[in-house]
């Protein structure tokens, strides 16, 4: 477990920025319930965001016998020029979406929109139940369920906006790719063995 050098501190902050706002940051590093967190890069590649505390007990683990501490976030390629989230950071960047698309719920055959991205497949316009104001193109968005209830979202997963959102709203093809998948929490049950 070390800390992050310079090089591998920015790829990771530019990843986050397509989907959270630099203020969204700022709160993961500076929170306002005052604990410190780190990000730590642990076996070879991958970097987890963990609490001070829990920092200072695991420094008493060997690297070879530590195996996950605290949240995933991604993980870097072999080269280290560049970086892919984890669906294990979900639960944490969620809540500070800066853009979101919100799915029509599976209570049919007909719509499987829901189903579909849990098994990988990209977004269609036709699944699309809501969508953020002003997406623009290439941005990092969030996924969540429709839902009965407004104020409960269950977060589905992320991806990244293939169109702006008034080019969504001007598509006449219910078969137009809106969001291409980057993850879903299906990746628990499909990828089980490489989350940890």
């Known amino acids: 477990m070390r800390q992050l050098t ?79 989230l984890s669906i294990t950071a979900l639960s944490l960047l969620a809540p500070l979406a800066k853009y979101k698309i919100w799915l029509k719920p599976s209570s049919s055959i007909q719509n499987q929109s829901l189903q579909g991205f849990l098994y990988g497949n990209n977004v269609t316009k036709s699944s699309i139940s809501k969508m953020s104001e002003n997406i623009p193109k290439y941005s990092g968005v969030f996924i969540f369920s429709s839902s009965t209830n407004v104020n409960y979202e269950i977060p589905l997963g992320f991806g990244v906006a293939s169109k702006s959102t008034q080019e969504s709203r001007s598509s006449n093809n219910p078969q137009d790719i809106i969001c291409f998948h980057q993850a879903d929490i299906g990746e628990y049950l499909r990828h089980e063995n490489e989350l940890c």
């Open 6 to 84: 310079e090089h591998e501190t920015k790829l990771l902050f530019s990843k986050l920025l397509k989907y959270i706002s630099p203020e969204s940051i700022k709160l993961l590093v500076d929170r306002p319930d005052k604990k410190q967190h780190h990000f730590r890069l642990i076996r070879e590649n991958r970097v987890y965001y963990i609490s001070a505390d829990i920092t200072k007990l695991a420094s008493t683990i060997t690297k070879t016998k530590l195996v996950s501490l605290g949240i995933r976030m991604g993980k870097f390629d072999k080269s280290f020029k560049s970086f892919r």
